[in-house]
């Protein structure tokens, strides 16, 4: 048991940042479908509330409890936001020039593509986050 909490401690961020990945597509799933199904929503708007409910879900776990934040000024929070927002709408648009570039220019199946980059994107965010939105402060 020791061994298997040490593991969790050695890679307790990456496994976090999975988790709650993982919780933020139920999040933008859940709310896309209630948006859409329930409230009858056009789907252009309910794809845009759901996915900025789902980045903001994501902003708040990644914000709690993968990266610990510790920032408690008013400029600091509208900081991280604003480039958690901007980060995630930057990789978004990354990932949809990979996948249009495997399946209008290469022609190949999108299902492959949609995976490829989705794997950049996860990484991307998790290497942005680590990097630039939630990095440590001075003396932490």
Do not use: C, P
Not at 52 to 76: H, M, P, Q
Not at 77 to 106: C, S
Not at 110 to 135: C, E, P, R, T
């Amino acid at each position: 048991m020791k061994n298997l909490m040490d593991l969790y401690k050695k890679y307790e961020e990456t496994i976090l940042y999975l988790f709650f990945g993982g919780a933020t597509f139920v999040v933008s799933v859940v709310t896309y479908s209630l948006f859409s199904a329930v409230m009858h929503w056009d789907y252009s708007l309910a794809y845009v509330a759901s996915w900025f409910l789902a980045v903001l879900f994501a902003y708040l776990t990644n914000r709690i409890w993968v990266f610990k934040s510790e920032v408690r000024d008013f400029a600091g929070l509208f900081r991280e936001i604003w480039q958690f927002y901007l980060a995630r709408i930057v990789t978004g648009v990354i990932g949809w020039l990979i996948l249009a570039f495997g399946v209008q220019i290469l022609h190949q199946n999108d299902l492959i593509w949609n995976g490829i980059q989705n794997i950049f994107v996860i990484v991307s965010n998790y290497a942005l986050s680590k990097l630039f939105i939630f990095k440590k402060l001075e003396g932490e």
